[in-house]
């Protein structure tokens, strides 16, 4: 069974910076596509950024250069820097595991984290 476990969410005023973490255990996450989505209150999930096995990424627009994707396969743990937050990236923030390379839409996962909540106050 595989079991996503995100962290390192919490409040940061606007221009502040945060580093969430996706720690997976029941599989090796080296062959597998991993990414980020996230969900505001009263809105569909949205894709964030996501990392192939062969570390390729790809970014929304609206993240593009603040925010970071990485991995570290003998951690088995994928990483998001997140820098200059605005309130609009306010969200519960879900990692996610895919078998499939480009993996863009939520469909594209069999797996999720319970996710981490991210406030950003102006």
């Known amino acids: 069974q595989v079991q996503l476990v995100e962290s390192g969410g919490g409040s940061v005023q606007a221009g502040g910076s945060l580093r969430l973490s996706c720690v997976a255990s029941g599989r090796w996450i080296s062959s597998y596509t991993m990414g980020w989505f996230r969900q505001a209150p009263g809105k569909e999930r949205e894709f964030v950024t996501r990392?192939?096995?062969?570390?390729?990424?790809t970014y929304t627009d609206s993240t593009k250069g603040r925010f970071t994707i990485s991995r570290d396969n003998p951690k088995n743990t994928v990483y998001l820097q997140m820098n200059s937050l605005i309130p609009e990236d306010t969200a519960v923030y879900f990692c996610?595991?895919?078998?499939?390379?480009?993996?863009?839409?939520?469909?594209?996962?069999?797996?999720w984290g319970q996710g981490t909540q991210v406030t950003v106050s102006p």
């Open positions: 996610g595991l895919s078998p499939r390379w480009s993996a863009t839409r939520p469909l594209d996962y069999d797996y």
């Open positions: 990392i192939t096995w062969d570390l390729n990424t």
